[in-house]
């Protein structure tokens, strides 16, 4: 068994043995620090806004809140007169979808598109919204169903 020994030695293996605490709470400290646990080094309580900020973090959800909490005061951030004419619909990749009441309306907007998004990034603090896209109101659809036929429309049908 002694020669067994010497000869792995020899060729560098390790001896294996049992772990040491000092590797054992390198490890633990590792793993805390990867997950988002309520409490700190020596169990000491973290305050919630620490954990909640580390957990929106670690999801992904940092710029889709920052966003909605923008939509959120959309009549303070853009003002009474185009709030009245319009709402946020969503925001996606970037683009913030907004929906106005009527197509003067939904011009204006795209003609203002630079002017809104640099407020809205204003707002935020840093440069979220990469484009504004504006829609119009939608007239209402005769077609029902996946198959149509082109002709003259809804009038067709009366008479």
């Not at 294996?16 to 990867?34: F, H, I, L, V």
């Not at 619909?89 to 002017?115: N, P, R, Y």
């Not at 840093?126 to 169903?145: H, M, N, Y």
Request: aromatic share 4%; with cysteine.
């Amino acid at each position: 068994m002694e020669r067994a020994r010497q000869s792995a030695r020899q060729r560098g293996a390790r001896v294996s043995g049992p772990r040491s605490a000092r590797a054992d709470r390198q490890r633990k400290q590792e793993r805390t620090d990867r997950e988002a646990l309520p409490y700190g080094s020596g169990r000491d309580p973290v305050l919630m806004s620490d954990t909640v900020a580390a957990l929106m973090r670690r999801m992904g959800w940092t710029e889709q809140i920052e966003v909605t909490s923008v939509t959120a005061r959309w009549r303070e951030v853009v003002g009474d007169q185009i709030a009245d004419r319009c709402k946020p619909l969503g925001f996606e990749d970037g683009i913030l979808t907004v929906k106005a009441s009527t197509t003067a309306w939904a011009t204006q907007l795209t003609l203002m598109k630079g002017q809104l998004t640099h407020k809205l990034n204003e707002e935020l603090g840093r440069d979220i919204v990469k484009e504004l896209r504006v829609l119009g109101p939608t007239a209402r659809s005769w077609t029902k169903g996946p198959r149509t036929v082109k002709g003259r429309g809804p009038r067709d049908t009366y008479g």
